[in-house]
């Protein structure tokens, strides 16, 4: 089959950024998204032009690194699935697709289809962790956990963190995956003595890096691949009300965001010099 | 290329109003408080089919003591204050959280209503000064002389003008699309979602929506069809 694909390039934040369209043929129905973009990166590279940017790791679904819209869907229009694990096969032959990087002043874009997801990581740097006391490992069943809390928190824990639910957000906000994160470390004992503190501080940092508010609106949980429920979501007011609630010390501390790349990383982008 | 330290901390958090979520709580209640005058009301004004004399005697009864009617009216625009307050700081975020928009996105899962709360809103406001202006102070009454105290005169005088009919079933309508949104949604924002019961609470969403959107509009309707005169 053959496809074309109209994709969005920008060489970097500097860079107004446009759509260019490709033809693409010989496509196997039977390989992703990403392997098509992989065909299309070599006859770009053979052509002597620059390839397509795309993030990707693990190709197998639950790493979280992939992720682009495809005709104005996160991770386009196979429910449940990332763009990795979408086959070309669920595309008409001869169709054209739009893809577009993740867009939200939290995630600014690094190149063609790439974009900062740094947020994230400092929500997660904010509270998504437990305590515990490092040392030999703890006997397994010492704390009890109730089958359903552990259902529940592993369905919470299923999120990867790939940025679909602020993608497809209209406010882009990222509650889906900050409730994600509370309602799994919470619902299980060993996180419940961190419970009024984490949603606090995951809610302080998600406010600082400039992500828009939830209104309950649904577009995220429609997107999730791994179909994250709204459900997590309350979980986060619930914790982070009641934790305001009874909260007494005041000492809540936010990381500043940073979108800059550090010297001396290998990331080193130049704004002027890249081309 | 270091422009900010990393791993800087500052010590500026975002409180419990600064943030989106402590927002959408207050805006949780102050709906809810809002919710319960628009049940009450449509009540009130449902005794328009039982004659004159009953609506009167109802208008009266309001007013009776002046303090309770403050004390209900002050609830009432604090917590319409803070909503709109919310509402424009959650819908000031929003703007600011996606500086350069998609090309094309497309809605999966979510509902019409949930979608257009921030035009059924403003309009909603809109009407309701309107509405104050045309039944309560008396300022502008279309269709014939204003009497105080003579509501059902005042009702059916206002209604048999068509496009004040039109203007509030409109209004009514989108009174309805942001109940079906609202009504569902204030439990979310105050932190219950239960698998099982919110499927239910968004049935009950719909239907309360409907009835109460139901029950102000079959009295223009009344009106414009002679049943009421």
Same mark, same amino acid.
């Given at each position: 089959?053959?496809?074309?694909?109209?994709?969005?390039?920008?060489?970097?934040?500097?860079?107004?950024?446009?759509?260019?369209?490709?033809?693409?043929?010989?496509?196997? %129905?039977?390989?992703?998204?990403?392997?098509?973009?992989?065909?299309?990166?070599?006859?770009?590279?053979?052509?002597?032009?620059?390839? $397509?940017?795309?993030?990707?790791?693990?190709?197998?679904?639950?790493?979280?690194?992939?992720?682009?819209?495809?005709?104005?869907?996160?991770?386009?229009?196979? %429910?449940?699935?990332?763009?990795?694990?979408?086959?070309?096969?669920?595309?008409?032959?001869?169709?054209?697709?739009?893809?577009?990087?993740?867009?939200?002043?939290?995630?600014?874009?690094?190149?063609?289809?790439? $974009?900062?997801?740094?947020?994230?990581?400092?929500?997660?740097?904010?509270?998504?962790?437990?305590? $515990?006391?490092?040392?030999?490992?703890?006997?397994?069943?010492?704390?009890?956990?109730?089958?359903?809390?552990?259902?529940r928190a592993m369905d919470a824990a299923a999120c990867i963190g790939c940025g679909a639910?602020?993608?497809?957000?209209?406010?882009?906000?990222?509650?889906?995956?900050?409730?994600?994160?509370?309602?799994?470390?919470?619902?299980?004992?060993?996180?419940? %003595?961190?419970?009024?503190?984490?949603a606090i501080h995951m809610v302080a940092q998600m406010t600082a890096e400039g992500f828009g508010g939830c209104t309950n609106i649904g577009e995220c949980t429609g997107v999730c691949p791994k179909e994250i429920p709204l459900e997590v979501i309350a979980r986060m007011n619930h914790d982070f009300i009641w934790g305001s609630w009874r909260e007494r010390d005041n000492v809540v501390t936010t990381m500043r965001p940073f979108t800059e790349w550090s010297t001396g990383s290998k990331f080193q982008i130049n704004e002027q010099e890249t081309d | 290329m270091a422009t900010t330290v990393v791993g800087a901390r500052e010590i500026q958090p975002a409180r419990f109003w600064a943030s989106t979520n402590g927002k959408k709580a207050v805006m949780a209640v102050t709906g809810f408080i809002l919710l319960l005058f628009v049940i009450g009301h449509v009540l009130g004004n449902l005794q328009v089919f039982e004659g004159p004399a009953q609506l009167n005697a109802y208008g009266r009864y309001l007013r009776a003591v002046p303090e309770i009617l403050w004390a209900v009216?002050? #609830?009432?625009?604090?917590?319409?204050?803070? &909503?709109?307050?919310?509402?424009?700081?959650? !819908?000031?975020?929003?703007?600011?959280?996606?500086?350069?928009? @998609? !090309?094309?996105?497309?809605?999966?899962?979510?509902?019409? !209503?949930?979608?257009?709360? @921030?035009?059924?809103?403003?309009?909603?406001?809109?009407?309701?000064?309107? &509405?104050?202006?045309?039944?309560?102070?008396?300022?502008?009454?279309?269709?014939?002389?204003?009497?105080?105290?003579? #509501?059902? &005169?005042?009702? #059916? !005088?206002?209604?048999? #003008?068509?496009?004040?009919?039109?203007?509030?079933?409109?209004?009514?309508?989108?009174?309805?699309? &942001?109940?079906?949104?609202?009504?569902w949604s204030m439990f979310q924002s105050i932190g219950f979602n239960h698998p099982r019961h919110t499927p239910i609470l968004k049935k009950a969403a719909l239907v309360l929506a409907l009835a109460i959107s139901l029950g102000y509009i079959s009295i223009p309707v009344a009106v414009m069809t002679g049943l009421i005169k």
């Open positions: 089959m053959r496809v074309t694909l109209k994709i969005w390039r920008q060489t970097n934040r500097a860079d107004k950024g446009r759509f260019v369209k490709y033809q693409v043929g010989d496509v196997n %129905p039977d390989m992703s998204i990403l392997e098509c973009l992989d065909v299309l990166n070599e006859q770009l590279i053979e052509r002597d032009e620059e390839p $397509v940017a795309f993030e990707h790791d693990c190709r197998e679904g639950i790493c979280g690194s992939c992720g682009f819209m495809i005709n104005g869907v996160a991770h386009g229009p196979l %429910p449940a699935t990332t763009v990795c694990q979408l086959t070309m096969r669920h595309f008409k032959d001869g169709a054209e697709l739009l893809l577009e990087p993740w867009r939200a002043r939290a995630f600014p874009i690094i190149k063609d289809l790439t $974009v900062d997801r740094r947020s994230f990581d400092r929500i997660i740097a904010a509270g998504g962790y437990i305590s $515990v006391s490092t040392g030999s490992a703890p006997d397994g069943n010492a704390i009890p956990v109730p089958k359903e809390a552990a259902d639910c602020v993608a497809a957000c209209p406010n882009a906000s990222p509650a889906l995956f900050t409730g994600a994160k509370i309602a799994h470390l919470g619902t299980l004992p060993q996180g419940a %003595p961190e419970r009024d503190r984490r | 009216r002050i #609830v009432l625009i604090v917590s319409v204050v803070l &909503h709109i307050w919310a509402s424009i700081a959650l !819908a000031t975020r929003k703007m600011q959280a996606r500086p350069v928009g @998609y !090309a094309n996105r497309e809605n999966v899962s979510s509902s019409y !209503a949930s979608r257009t709360m @921030y035009w059924s809103g403003p309009i909603i406001l809109a009407f309701v000064i309107y &509405h104050l202006l045309h039944l309560t102070a008396g300022v502008v009454h279309p269709g014939g002389q204003f009497i105080e105290g003579d #509501v059902y &005169h005042n009702v #059916v !005088a206002g209604f048999s #003008v068509w496009w004040v009919s039109a203007w509030y079933i409109f209004s009514m309508i989108l009174v309805g699309f &942001h109940l079906r949104h609202g009504i």
